[in-house]
């Protein structure tokens, strides 16, 4: 090889090294921008439409919609119950301290001091006789014998069909224990199930007891009459009664004022609107004591007073709820022997239901 040749070969290598170095410089970029691009990929979002959300949204509100059963309105009087239950299974036989846990138990679920006498009294006398001789036989004959209290009696809602004129349903009650929103249901409920329905806004003394009757008639599609603000609640209830009769209508539901049991003069004028009801045409066949279930063993003196005073025929135990303890079922009706008719779970008019005592015993016991 001349040396004339070097400087050629020199050149030659140069541009080759030239060229590869671009070369790599080239795919270095080339990489450099893939790598990002990679890094950036994610899972498409499916996109949510409108209805989509609209039906979740749908099913959301119907589980937290969803009524509370018996069981769970009667969470307090269950508690109290079931601890005792649960002590006296636990023993290995019955001893004083037995019948000292079940007393209290079923004193604390508010079924009263005499009831729950009588009610263990009979076992007391059903263990001497070595009738029961094992804590679960006791607690299996205490579950029968409070719900032999309660079976058998009829709780339906008394429409007679041979009537001339209108069926008359009066509420009584005190004052806040749910009297209007309860005739407002039993109208929405009577109207669902075919019958005319025509509401006497017989509580003329509370100011908003009218207007909030209105509101009820127009949501359950009942006819109203009312009268003047401090009027007579008789004529009112009256006129209510005539005017469904002239318009051939099923049923009137009479509402009045709330009036503490131990008002004497509220109790007599009470007594008045109850003869008057059944002065012109239609007939009495249901007279509907509203309770509120958190008042206790009142709601037993409330019972006593109104039924001497408009002869109750059936109760409607209202706000049913955890704070109520429910145990004044057994006391109105062993005592009085008026039926509980109705209760109220909840706000909406599905809540107001008829009451089931085999549903209710179970509610206590499970």
């Known amino acids: 090889m001349n040396n004339s040749s070097l400087p050629m070969i020199f050149l030659l290598l140069a541009i080759a090294g030239l060229v590869f170095g671009i070369g790599v410089v080239a795919i270095s970029r080339r990489k450099a921008r893939a790598v990002p691009q990679i890094q950036r990929v ?7 439409t409108a209805a989509a959300v609209i039906e979740t949204v749908g099913v959301v509100e119907a589980v937290a919609a969803a009524p509370l059963s018996v069981r ?35 004193l604390r679920a508010d079924v009263g001091v005499r009831v729950a006498q009588n009610l263990l009294g009979a076992l007391q006398t059903r263990v001497k006789a070595k009738e029961i001789t094992t804590p679960a036989q006791l607690i299996d004959a205490l579950r029968n014998n409070m719900s032999s209290q309660l079976v058998g009696t009829s709780r339906d809602l008394n429409f007679e069909a041979n ?3 209108p069926n008359i349903w009066l509420m009584v009650g005190v004052n806040g224990a749910g009297k209007t929103t309860s005739l407002g249901k039993i109208a929405a409920q009577q109207i669902a199930l075919g019958r005319t329905v025509l509401m006497a806004a017989g509580d003329t003394f509370r100011a908003a007891a009218g207007e909030q009757l209105s509101t009820w008639a127009e949501r359950s599609g009942a006819q109203i009459v009312r009268g003047a603000e401090g009027g007579d609640p008789s004529s009112v209830i009256f006129d209510g009664v005539q005017s469904a009769h002239s318009r051939n209508i099923d049923l009137v539901l009479a509402d009045t004022a709330g009036r503490l049991q131990s008002n004497t003069n ?13 002065k012109g045409a239609g007939k009495v066949t249901e007279v509907l004591l509203v309770i509120d279930a958190t008042t206790g063993q009142n709601g037993l003196q409330q019972a006593r007073q109104f039924t001497e005073a408009t002869q109750v025929t059936g109760v409607v135990l209202t706000k049913l709820d955890g704070s109520a303890k429910g145990g004044i079922v057994f006391a109105i009706e062993t005592e009085l ?25 179970d509610a206590l016991f499970e």
């Open 42 to 48: 994610t899972p498409v979002t499916p996109v949510v």
């Open 72 to 106: 769970d309105r009667l969470a307090k009087a269950r508690s109290s119950l079931s601890g005792a239950v649960g002590s006296v299974l636990g023993r290995s036989d019955i001893n004083d301290a037995t019948w000292l846990e079940l007393e209290e138990a079923l």
């Open 163 to 165: 009537v001339d004129g």
């Open 266 to 278: 509220l109790m007599e004028e009470l007594r008045k609107v109850r003869r008057v009801a059944e």
């Open 337 to 361: 022997g008026i039926p509980v008719k109705l209760v109220g779970l909840g706000e909406t008019i599905d809540d107001l239901v008829l009451f089931n005592p085999t549903e209710f015993i």
